[in-house]
C-alpha cells in the first residue's frame, strides 16, 4: 500500500521549503509544527545526515471536519509533509489522505481525504 504523494525537485533544500511553505499556503494549510531531522540527530545523537525537515501542515476547516468523524483521528493529523535531500534533488513527499480513511475504515472520512488530496496534490503540482 502506498502512503505518500511524492515530487522530486531539482531546487535546492532551502528554496523547496521556502516554496513548500507557500505552495501549501495557497492551498489553505498552515505549518502547525517543524521537525528539522537533521539538527535533531545531529545534536542528541551526533549523527550526521542529509537535510530533511518534516512540516505539519493542517487545513483547519478539513481537521474540524475529520475530528467530527472520529475524535481519534488526531492520530493522523496534521498532514505530515516532508522536504528532503536526495542527492542532487529535493524530495517534497506528503502523507496520502487517504490513508486516513483505509486505516480507520470509516467512509464518513471519505469527503474529508477526497478534499485535502486535492489541495495537497495541487500544492505539490505548483512545485513542478
Known amino acids: 500500500m502506498s502512503y505518500d504523494r511524492t515530487i522530486r525537485l531539482d531546487s535546492d533544500f532551502d528554496t523547496a521549503v521556502t516554496a513548500v511553505r507557500k505552495a501549501l499556503a495557497d492551498q489553505g494549510f ?34 474540524r471536519q475529520a475530528l467530527e468523524a472520529d475524535r481519534s483521528i488526531g492520530l493522523l493529523l496534521p498532514c505530515n509533509v516532508v522536504v528532503r535531500r536526495d542527492g542532487d534533488t529535493t524530495l517534497v513527499q506528503a502523507l496520502d489522505p487517504g490513508t486516513m480513511v483505509t486505516l480507520t475504515g470509516l467512509p464518513t472520512l471519505e469527503p474529508v481525504a477526497t478534499d485535502a488530496t486535492a489541495r495537497l496534490d495541487a500544492a505539490l503540482r505548483s512545485l513542478t
Open 30 to 63: 498552515g505549518v502547525l509544527t517543524e521537525i528539522d531531522v537533521k539538527a535533531t540527530l545531529k545534536a542528541k545523537l551526533g549523527h550526521d545526515m542529509e537535510d530533511y525537515l518534516i512540516l505539519g501542515a493542517c487545513n483547519p476547516p478539513l481537521a
